[in-house]
């Protein structure tokens, strides 16, 4: 319940048509109530008199009633549709926003298909309370109580057995309210996890087509759905022992004000006239007391849903703009230095980077060279902060990265990864992408660097071809000379490039290697690397053995010193022909 | 939104448009019934079951008033004269009544839920099905987000339907019709009134059956687009947090969410507008019904009676209207739903399962492989990609491709793997054409590695076990250990049962690489497909799997796609392919003395290396 009073600031804008929306409910009922009383009048008056004189008015009074209960109707709906609307994007606009501040320490721990359940379905839950479990829980409430109290005063032994029968009915509902949320909690995880299932068993569909395994996968799915039914069917099962208590106590209710009323009429206690009204308003209640039930099934849902909303949002963002943000000096020249750092996995026990110490000179390139796993990738990431050290310093011309506005800093370090990503936007954006000032002539530039200018030409619209996920689909070669112009675009003072040159074929790793040896001429450049001929861009190489800068120094160097280094950069066809230096 | 052509609304096509043709809308409508009736046949007794639950419960709701009526009008005076029998026996018929409703609704919730839930799971399993048998033509134009959405949002909205609608529904229906007959033997004329002044609901609800419709589509087709672009941000997450994408990306979300936002209110508004429509029609009527009848009785010529009892059924008669618009709510809104996965489940799966498969021979050393005037393109309105190829590999043979990007080098590997199948021509294993052998055989037979290297979620091993569900885990970590794999997955916390998290995101490229070489490893396939297979290892491991490929493309055919020289040159042929033709063909040895693409390779490479 916590979880849905959070909502309150979302809700408090609005308040005013939300109040307006339960008024025109509460309007709604009354007439509904007024109408067969005053429909009972006429009867039993002028028509039972046959006297038609006053009729055309009485005829008017339910017509002009009728048509105030059809717009109460329309008045409630109308109401909260703008505003629970306008809720549900906000709180998706917001946990986008803070999703994208979440570090990716955050992101490798959760399925995209769990966060994505939270911002839709969940969303939609909460939009569904709101406009309408919510409202009429209040308003089914305030029902019951002036009912209740309607009929204390027509005989207290009728409220007696109303409440009698009201109070277990409560606790039922209570009791049922906590399984059930367990339940809610339970098949909302398992939707989630099917929906994991579904995106695997879409982006794998190449591995699964290749080796057959579709039917595989579909017996995983299978297994998974069954039992998401199955907490499904204990979900029904209970909802339904809650609809057989909501319907059997108020109708047992009902029957005892039969008995007893009848009594008391016989013993002149009552008038049959109490008893008919008090039978007609207890069944006036059954619709308040009956949705109770649905009502707080749909607040349990909501709460859960709130619940796993809040679950994300009160994730904290560790990497943040520091109190007293540094500036970098002005002539800052991109002098970049690891000092002890030391970096493990949240929660784990080992550490990937236990004690670098390096130093990229101002406009040096530095080839950072280890086995697969040593912490290369790591390392890099350290520099624009999408993960921070867990001891020790980085520090970009002598300032401390944390030291520094985000902003700032990653505008200084452009940044190019192993696998490429694409935006669904044009090939421009895609590439003036960390520097939205950029022209034409200066996204061109970069294209020319990464060699990518001539196949972009050759794109349907130029610039302007919208690629990724909804647009044209693109070579792994093409992909990764895309992210490599968006790296250099803007000429950034550090670049950091985490191997983007291993989709590429030779020829095209050739020229792009070319080009980039211009731009690594200007700037700071931290490269991982694989291959020789990677290396021989660098100016110096870093071998990163067991947590550590094992060896440094230039290729020919570290390759008649360091043995560790040969084992690195050594091909099969130099086995029998020694390395060629 | 253009308005789709008629021959225009197969499959998938007419999905993104909001406004369709009515012919069109027909016959999509069409197309969801009939998935929706073939879902529901196999359940059609329980169905009958939970018709009769309802009706006798209706009954014994329906008992109620008319015991306590006769209470109020015998019971009590005979209770006044010192007889309680009668008060006594309508007392105990009332808690028996009230016992029964409540049982059978129960009983009826319990029996229509399961029916709902073993729907829900046979369409699930179905979409999921197709879309695994669909061709990767289609994967690779139909995005991810919606194949998502279709399993998901849209089996919630069928999901909805059975939960809320269904028991609504038949309550609402039952009561309408039996408060007509009530009405039509009570007194014709007032009835036949009733029916004239309820007439304008029917075009209230056709319009409402229309518009909500439409809403629908809008709803859930914008909702879609904010799913593709929230999965594209969380995937990329790194490339947005490193470019400052953020503000970027949060006003495309806002202007799809404000999309989204409008839909959804304007499918409340057409809600709104309808049951304001359906009470202001049922309390006129009343009114009018009312003013009729008084005249009457005061004629004379009705009992005050009939109209007490007109007036009072009347109210019950409009009430559950509301249920039903409720029910034709989800009811359009699982229809939109049901139209965009009857589409999924409608796109032809282009690589077709043979009637009657052809068995492979017994396969030791490998299967012959050959193109016989093998012609590809993707689609008709596509250039060729590769024009009449003719090329026959003999069992065992350990072949690279070679050629410039877009050459057609990883066509013929597809075309051997039966990813697509060719325009012209065939391909034939051991003299059986590909398409006449089962797909479970032929993927025991070839099995094609890519440079994308996929890994599910779950541990190591599972992901080594793709390869072969039966293995054992010795088997496993043999074949880890011919890749070179086994000592960095030691290394892992948990080793072999290490979860490798969202993707292999715990892994590098190479390590993702490595583990998807020894699932193919594990396979032990009679043909090896490489694609790339190598790009993204480093030198010590690709070291390792250079010398695992050696023996294991020893009895095995093989083909070799590869930038790397290296990899090249444990080939016993190479293929240069130029613009999907054979330009150059010979032993590596032969053809880097022989000047040409191939030799020029060479020299670019080694010179690289220096």
Known sequence: MAALRRLAPYLRPARGKFILSAVAVLGSMVCGLTIPLILQQILDGPVARKETGPLPWLVLVIAVLGAAEALMFYLRRKLVAGPSTLVEARMRADIYAHLQRLPISFHDRWQSGQLLSRAVSDLSTLRRFIAFAGIFLVVNTLTLALGLVVLFLLAPVLGVITLVCAAPLILISTQYESRYAVLTRRSQDQVGDLATVVEESVLGIRVLKAFGRGPHLARRFAAQARELRGTELRKIRLLATLWGAIILLPELGISAQLLFGSLGVADGSMTVGTLVAGITVATYLRWPTDSIGWLLAETNQAATAAARYWEVRDAEVTITDPERPADLPADGVGAVRFEGVRFAHPGADREVLSGVDLDLRPGETVALVGATGSGKSTLTMLVPRLADVTAGRVSVDGVDVRDLRLADLRSVVAMAFEEPVLFSASVRENVALGAPGVTDEQVREALRVAQAEEFVDRLPWGLDTRIGEEGLSLSGGQRQRLALARAVVGRPKVLVLDDPLSALDVHTEAEVERALRAVLSGVTALVVAHRPSTVRLADRVALLDQGRIAAIGTHEELLKSCAAYREQLSTVDDEPAGVAS | ?610
């Open chain 2, 1 to 610: 939104m253009s308005a789709v052509a008629d021959d225009q609304w197969r499959g998938v096509a007419a999905e993104d448009t909001e406004d369709i043709d009515r012919h069109v809308g027909l016959k999509l409508k069409r197309r969801s019934r009939a998935l929706l009736g073939s879902l529901l046949r196999p359940h059609l007794r329980w169905a009958v079951l939970g018709l009769v639950l309802v009706v006798l419960e209706n009954a014994a709701r329906l008992a109620g008033p008319l015991l306590i009526a006769v209470v109020i009008d015998t019971g009590i005076p005979d209770l006044l004269r010192g007889d309680p029998t009668v008060m006594a026996w309508c007392v105990v018929a009332y808690a028996g009544c009230t016992v029964a409703s409540a049982g059978l609704w129960a009983g009826f919730l319990m029996l229509s839920g399961r029916i709902g839930q073993d729907l829900v799971l046979d369409l699930r399993q179905r979409i999921f099905q197709h879309a695994q048998r669909l061709p990767l033509s289609f994967h690779e134009s139909y995005t991810s987000g919606k194949v998502i959405s279709r399993q998901t949002s849209d089996i919630d909205s069928l999901g909805d339907l059975l939960e809320v609608g269904i028991d609504d529904l038949l309550t609402s229906v039952l009561s309408i019709v039996g408060i007509t007959v009530l009405l039509l033997t009570l007194d014709f004329d007032l009835a036949a009134l009733t029916v004239v002044t309820a007439l304008p609901l029917f075009f209230v609800t056709r319009w409402f059956l229309r518009r909500s419709n439409q809403a629908y589509r809008g709803v859930s087709g914008r909702t879609a687009t904010v799913i593709v672009h929230y999965v594209e941000t969380m995937n990329g997450m790194r490339a947005v947090q490193a470019f400052r994408r953020e503000d970027r990306n949060r006003s495309i979300m806002d202007g799809l969410n404000s999309r989204v936002r409008s839909a959804a209110r304007e499918s409340l508004d057409v809600v709104a507008t309808f049951t304001m429509s359906v009470r202001l029609v049922g309390n006129l009527s009343l009114a009018v019904v009312l003013a009729f009848g008084a005249f009457r009785v005061a004629d004379g010529t009705l009992e005050l009676g009939v109209l007490t009892a007109f007036t009072l059924y009347l109210r019950r008669f409009y009430e559950p209207l509301d249920d039903i618009a409720m029910f034709a709510n989800s009811y359009s809104s699982a229809i939109a739903a049901l139209e965009k996965i009857s589409g999924l489940l409608q796109e032809k799966p282009d690589v077709p399962e043979p009637s009657r498969p052809r068995a492979l021979p017994p396969h030791r050393g490998g299967l012959p492989i050959e193109f016989v005037g093998t012609e590809f393109r993707y689609r008709p309105d596509t250039p060729v990609v590769l024009p009449e190829l003719d090329l026959a590999i003999p069992a065992g043979q350990t072949v690279a491709l070679v050629g410039p990007t877009g050459a057609g080098k990883s066509t013929i590997a597809k075309l051997v793997a039966r990813f697509y199948d060719p325009t012209a021509g065939k391909v034939l294993l051991s003299g059986v054409d590909v398409r006449d052998v089962s797909d479970v055989e032929l993927r025991g037979s070839v099995v094609m590695v890519t440079q994308e290297n996929f890994l599910f979620s779950g541990s190591v091993a599972d992901n080594i076990l793709l390869g072969k569900p039966s293995a054992t885990r010795a088997e496993v970590e043999a074949a880890a250990h011919a890749v070179g794999a086994h000592d960095f997955i030691s290394a892992l916390p948990e080793g072999y049962d290490t979860d490798v998290r969202k993707r292999g995101g715990r892994l590098s490229a190479g390590q993702r690489q490595v583990i998807a070489f020894a699932r193919a490893f594990l396979a032990d396939p009679a043909v090896l497909v490489l694609d790339e297979a190598t790009s993204s290892l480093d030198l010590p491991t690709e070291r390792v799997v250079q010398r695992a490929l050696e023996s294991v493309l020893a009895d095995r055919t093989a083909l070799i796609i590869a930038h790397r020289l290296s990899t090249v040159l444990i080939a016993d042929r190479v293929l240069v392919i130029t613009d999907g033709r054979i330009t150059e063909d010979g032993h590596p040895q032969t053809l880097t003395t022989t000047p040409g693409h191939f030799a020029d390779l060479h020299t670019a490479w080694r010179d690289s290396l220096a």
